[in-house]
């Protein structure tokens, strides 16, 4: 029952249970803002933070005090001060989309843009003096538009462009950080993928990845590399009724790989999807139906059996949604479910999500 209605008709017991919300802990995960970004001090950090001895460490695509072409800050999660470490000004790379790799204490990152062909550049950072170095640079040769963030495999560096190579369909390449020796590893062309978005992960020494595009429905692929002899292959076709668009990175839960796709599936909303790597099944698990979120574009994480992941629309209020997927060992898995936020209360009190005002 609503207080207001409690408040005619037992406005005694209405007091109490609202003098007991109040005496209660403040909850641990209330949503605060820690920093605001200015332009000055960089715009739109698409990326996500990475943890160095306590101090956070981000990119921005956007703004900083070169041409409006991103930054590198550090932030003190306890004062929420930021600290802008670099700012791109074009020449030494432009629009950073990707999170920083930590590489025995030099950080090292992708930008879109920049560089001396404009085509994107690997930039590493000293965080202590902060110097910034263009390590290498992309020239449509060897690839264009790096999205996707770096890994490090045994001291060599590994990512993908979105396009650029001998198609202009996309690479996967390395990089020797020592040297700053880049090399395509790799070059899709279209019937083996196309446009790979996300970054790749490591399984055993194979790597894994997606294209957005290409393949045999045209609508993308996952696919493996050995990264010694360079050869890739087709591990699985997405085809529409199955998925549409892997944008998102591919997780390794105890030896089966999730991801999820921009569209596809049952009602065209996207899909989560497992895919065992050494048969090459692809299972849909979930299909998004706009109810329970629309559009995935990150990849997963697991928690303790439990997949998590967001829709950047979808949902009660159309405008996104933060998911579950419980993984069964049954073939019967459930739709993935919004989680709901829960709040402390008395008496039937519950906490209701409002809708943004348009």
């Known amino acids: 029952m609503p207080c207001s209605v409690w408040r005619r008709r037992a406005p005694l017991a209405c007091a109490v249970a609202f003098a007991a919300l109040a005496a209660l802990p403040a909850r641990a995960d209330q949503l605060a803002t820690v920093a605001t970004f200015t332009g000055t001090n960089g715009a739109g950090p698409y990326a996500g933070l990475i943890d160095v001895g306590g101090t956070l460490y981000g990119t921005t695509a956007f703004g900083g005090s070169g041409a409006n072409d991103g930054t590198v800050f550090s932030l003190d999660p306890t004062s929420g001060a930021t600290t802008t470490l670099a700012s791109f000004n074009g020449v030494n790379g432009a ?3 990707a999170a920083l790799l930590d590489v025995g204490g030099t950080f090292y990152g992708t930008t879109v843009g920049g560089g001396s062909a404009h085509d994107g550049t690997v930039f590493s950072l000293n965080p202590t ?5 263009t390590v290498a640079t992309f020239n449509g040769t060897n690839g264009v538009d790096p999205y996707a963030g770096l890994i ?15 198609a202009n369909d996309g690479t996967v390449f390395s990089l020797n950080p020592t040297t700053g020796m ?4 790799a070059t899709f062309t279209g019937t083996n993928g196309a446009n790979p978005y996300a970054g790749l992960i490591d399984v055993g020494g194979t790597l894994y990845g997606t294209t957005a595009r290409g393949g045999s429905g045209g609508v993308g692929t996952v696919f493996s590399l050995n990264p010694t002899s360079g050869a890739v292959a087709t591990v699985a076709n997405f085809t529409g009724t199955n998925g549409v668009e892997p944008v998102g990175a591919l997780i390794d839960v105890g030896a089966t790989l999730y991801g999820t796709t921009n569209g596809g599936g049952s009602a065209d909303n996207g899909t989560v999807f ?17 109810s329970n979120g629309a559009f995935p574009e990150a990849g997963l994480l697991d928690v303790g059996g439990a997949l998590y992941g967001t829709t950047p629309s979808g949902g009660s209020g159309s405008d996104g949604t933060v998911f579950s997927l419980t993984l069964l060992a049954a073939a019967n898995v ?14 039937g009190l519950t906490l209701a999500r409002r809708r943004r005002a348009a």
Do not use: H, N, Q
């Open 182 to 185: 880049l090399a395509t590893v």
């Open 274 to 290: 497992s895919l065992s790597p050494a048969t090459g099944a692809l299972t849909t698990l979930a299909s998004f139906t706009a």
């Open 95 to 97: 629009a950073p989309f």
């Open 334 to 347: 459930p739709e993935p479910a919004s989680i709901a936020l829960l709040g402390a209360g008395l008496a």
């Open 129 to 133: 003096s902060r110097t910034l170095a």
């Open 152 to 166: 490090d495999v045994g001291g060599t560096l590994y990512g993908t462009t979105w396009s650029g190579g001998s």
